[in-house]
């Protein structure tokens, strides 16, 4: 049977420690000056001198490609406060309480955005193989190895970024993700838009390693 294509983004897998993980996210704050729109399973990097009134940190979309830093993965999106946040917004739902119906936060702005982000770096994810022009699917050779992020367009609901494989997997500690398996299900086989497990390389709190 084919692999389904159904990019996702980044999408949480385990915890890759032995101890416990009490799968907790951090807040942090997209700036009404944002061009970005956003989806759950998009990668954000910090924004520096762009923090919110309150001292929220801020983040801004990741770049795909060797040596562009990761902070996290955006786990809830549409989270706006507007005038009305709180000092503190810890606890607060990520929602648009002037658009219920939306999952994603819009390119174009009219207030800043409160969303959380996974942002631990031994959290491993689930990403689909990009798979499209110019691509050469990825072989059990490549595991171990690192690869980069692609950008993709969320469909409405959650993030279409994907792993690049229109390049090959390298040793190099400037790319982005590590290769760590491929997901191990009956609808899953190595090819075209296979889904593979990986760690983020190139984060923003963690040094990175070379692939082998």
């Not at 390119?107 to 990009?130: H, I, L, R």
């Not at 609808?187 to 923003?204: C, K, L, T, W």
Request: a negative charge.
């Amino acid at each position: 049977m084919a692999n389904l294509n159904a990019p996702s983004g980044l999408s949480f897998y385990q915890y890759g420690r032995a101890n416990d993980m009490n799968a907790a996210c951090h807040v942090y704050y997209i700036p009404s000056t944002d061009t970005n729109a956003y989806a759950i399973g998009d990668p954000v990097k910090s924004l520096t001198g762009a923090a919110s009134a309150n001292g929220i940190p801020s983040v801004t979309l990741a770049s795909a490609g060797a040596s562009n830093l990761l902070r996290g993965v955006v786990m809830s999106a549409g989270g706006a406060l507007g005038s009305n946040a709180p000092i503190n917004v810890f606890g607060a739902g990520m929602y648009d309480p002037n658009a219920l119906g939306t999952v994603v936060i819009p390119a174009s702005k009219t207030q800043g955005y409160f969303v959380t982000v996974a942002d631990d770096p031994d959290m491993y994810w689930e990403v689909q193989s990009f798979s499209g022009s110019g691509s050469t699917p990825f072989t059990a050779a490549d595991i171990g190895k690192n690869a980069n992020l692609k950008v993709g367009t969320n469909n409405g609901y959650i993030s279409g970024w994907t792993i690049d494989d229109t390049a090959v997997s390298s040793t190099s500690s400037t790319y982005q993700l590590k290769l760590l398996w491929l997901k191990q299900s009956k609808d899953n086989a190595i090819g075209s838009y296979a889904r593979y497990i990986v760690q983020i390389n190139q984060h923003e709190l963690n040094s990175p390693s070379a692939g082998v």
